[in-house]
């Protein structure tokens, strides 16, 4: 089954593959015509949409790619809610159940990590995992590499500040590891020792020889980034502990963004709280509703590869 499990998973051919077919997504995106040819890729397949945590980018973005593929959309908003979960169902039921219903691909959100590879494990339908609790976030993690590729032309050689709350934001985790693929990448994880960026991700950058470094230095750091890549407190996640990130100094303001270089990007995976003040967004270099939109194309080519693989 071509499950979307991890970022580990992919390669650096695989990724210029779906970026090409992101380019050519979006480019047939913008008229009616091209959009209804489109529309006849994948006619009489079906994706379900489970999700256990709330999100506005991931489900909307992968509902709107399969409808834009011709793929049937099922969805539930809020399983955590809503479906038999409450009653105790396992994922791995509701997996077996799903395999009964002759549909194709699901998308799930859950909030403990684990869970999509879980629903591998007994899957007879292509599983992506739609951000699994502090684990991973692989597809966020492909839009943001294409992210970068279109921004700076490159995916090496960069220095990238991973900002905020590391120990419980997946999408830094599974960024991380792409940004692995490629050489003479430089990761700054700027935080607070409370909130540092686990000790498997460390260990996976060492072995794949990207150099890295844990900070609480934010102008230092800033003043030489390619990338900064900052994200909001998972406070969701803070098992009542009142964790911050000491906001006074995570916060990407006038006074931060005059230390950053001219042709550096501005990224978050969204949604932002207080940590990207609204008035940042029309610095040029703010470049992350760019990224969310970003999300459909890429999204659509993933689609497409599962698809064309079932065919
Ligand atoms: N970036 C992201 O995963 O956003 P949502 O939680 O809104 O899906």
Same mark, same amino acid.
């Given at each position: ?11 650096t ?11 050519? #997504? ?11 040819e &489109?529309?006849?890729s994948?006619?009489?397949r ?15 973005? #992968?509902?709107?790619? *399969?409808?834009?593929l ?36 699901? &998308? ?10 879980? *629903? ?11 951000g ?6 692989p ?20 220095? &990238? ?27 700054? #994880? ?71 270089p ?5 990224m ?20 992350? #509703? ?22």
């Open positions: 089954m071509p499950h979307i499990l991890n970022a580990e998973q992919f390669d051919e695989q990724l210029g593959q779906l970026f090409s077919q992101a380019d050519y #997504f979006r480019d047939n995106d913008l008229d009616i015509t091209d959009r209804r &489109v529309m006849q994948h006619v009489g079906i994706m379900l949409s489970e999700f256990y945590e709330p999100s506005t980018r991931t489900r909307f973005s #992968f509902e709107i790619a *399969a409808t834009k011709g793929i049937g959309v099922v969805s539930t908003e809020n399983g955590s809610v809503t479906s038999s979960a409450v009653k105790g169902e396992t994922i791995e039921d509701t997996m077996r159940v799903f395999n009964e219903y002759g549909v194709d691909a699901v &998308v799930l959100r859950t909030k403990e990590d684990g869970y999509a590879v879980r *629903a591998a494990s007994v899957s007879k339908i292509a599983v992506i995992n739609g699994d609790g502090k684990g991973e976030h597809t966020q993690a492909v839009l943001d590499m294409y992210t970068i590729q279109e921004q700076l032309n490159q995916l090496d050689g960069l220095n &990238v500040v991973m900002g905020g709350d590391l120990a419980h934001g997946r999408t830094v985790r599974s960024l991380s590891k792409l940004l692995s693929l490629y050489p003479d990448n430089h990761i700054s #994880f700027l935080s607070t020792p409370e909130l540092q960026i686990g000790e498997d991700i460390k260990l996976h950058l060492k072995k794949n020889g990207t150099s890295f470094e844990e900070t609480s230095d934010m102008y230092g750091v800033l003043s030489q980034a390619d990338v900064v890549y900052w994200t909001r407190l998972q406070l969701e996640r803070h098992s009542g502990k009142s964790l911050t990130m000491g906001q006074e100094h995570f916060i990407l303001d006038a006074k931060a963004l005059d230390v950053m001219k042709d550096a990007i501005i978050h995976p969204l949604p932002r709280i207080a940590e990207i003040p609204v008035s940042t967004d029309q610095d040029p270099r703010a470049k992350y #509703f760019r990224q969310a939109g970003n999300g459909l194309y890429v999204r659509m080519a993933m689609l497409d590869r599962i698809m064309k693989k079932l065919d």
